[in-house]
T-cell receptor, first 109, second 114 residues
Framework: GQNIDQPTEMTATEGAIVQINCTYQ??????LFWYQQHAGEAPTFLSY??LDGLEEKGRFSSFLSRSKGYSYLLLKELQMKDSASYLC??????????WGAGTKLIIKP | TAGITQAPTSQILAAGRSMTLRCTQD?????MYWYRQDLGLGLRLIHY???????GKGEVPDGYSVSRANTDDFPLTLASAVPSQTSVYFC?????????????FGPGTRLTVL
C-alpha cells in the first residue's frame, strides 16, 4: 500500500529553527509537495522537490532523498504566524497526490 | 481573480437527505479534485476529473458522485447522506499539462450530517 508518515505534532520557540520530517512509500514517485494549512483554512503550496537535494525559499527549505523515501521541511527564524499544520504529499505513478495526515506545529513565545 | 470558490461554506444536513456541494474555478485548469479531510486522517481523494467530460474514482468514492460538464464546474453530490460523511470537503484544481501537479484549493465546505 501507499503510506506517508509525519509526526502528529511538534512544538518550537519563536525565533528558533524546526525540522518536520516526512517518510513515504508509494507506487511510483513524481515529486513531493509541502503545503501549509492554518486552522480552518485551505492548504496552500509551500514547496516542491523532484530531484535529490535542498530547495530554499526564504525562511523555508525542503530536502529530498529519493533513495531513502525521505523529505524534511526546515523552517528558520520562526514567527507566531508559522503556527499551522504542514502537509507532506507525494505525486504517485498516476500523478495523484497521496497525503500525509499533517504535522501540527505549535510556536511558543 | 477568485481562484476556486466553494458553496456552501457550511451545512447541517439530516441523514438520508441529498445535497450537492458546488465548486467553481476560473483558472482554466483542466484537472479538478474533491477531498475530504478528517482529524488525524489527512486529505483523502473522493473523485477527480482530468479534463471536462471525464471523471474517476479516488480512495473513498462510495456514497458520492460527480460530474464535469465544463472546465470550470465540478459539483459533488451526496445522494443519501450518512453521519460518517460529516467532514470538511475541499475542492482543488491543477494545470495538468506536465508532470508537475501543484494543486490549488478552495476554502472548503464544513458538512455535518445528523
Amino acid at each position: 500500500g501507499q503510506n506517508i508518515d509525519q509526526p502528529t505534532e511538534m512544538t518550537a520557540t519563536e525565533g528558533a529553527i524546526v525540522q518536520i520530517n516526512c517518510t513515504y512509500q508509494t507506487s511510483g514517485f513524481n515529486g513531493l509537495f509541502w503545503y501549509q494549512q492554518h486552522a480552518g483554512e485551505a492548504p496552500t503550496f509551500l514547496s516542491y522537490n523532484v530531484l535529490d537535494g535542498l530547495e530554499e525559499k526564504g525562511r523555508f527549505s525542503s530536502f529530498l532523498s529519493r533513495s531513502k523515501g525521505y523529505s524534511y521541511l526546515l523552517l528558520k527564524e520562526l514567527q507566531m504566524k508559522d503556527s499551522a499544520s504542514y502537509l507532506c504529499a507525494v505525486s504517485d505513478s498516476n500523478y495523484q497526490l497521496i497525503w500525509g495526515a499533517g504535522t501540527k506545529l505549535i510556536i511558543k513565545p | 481573480t477568485a481562484g476556486i470558490t466553494q458553496a456552501p461554506t457550511s451545512q447541517i444536513l439530516a441523514a438520508g437527505r441529498s445535497m450537492t456541494l458546488r465548486c467553481t474555478q476560473d483558472m482554466r485548469h483542466n484537472a479538478m479534485y474533491w477531498y475530504r479531510q478528517d482529524l488525524g486522517l489527512g486529505l483523502r481523494l473522493i473523485h477527480y476529473s482530468n479534463t471536462a467530460g471525464t471523471t474517476g474514482k479516488g480512495e473513498v468514492p462510495d456514497g458520492y458522485s460527480v460530474s464535469r460538464a465544463n472546465t470550470d464546474d465540478f459539483p459533488l453530490t451526496l445522494a443519501s447522506a450518512v453521519p460518517s460523511q460529516t467532514s470538511v470537503y475541499f475542492c482543488a484544481s491543477s494545470h495538468r499539462q506536465s508532470d508537475y501537479n501543484e494543486q490549488f484549493f478552495g476554502p472548503g465546505t464544513r458538512l455535518t450530517v445528523l
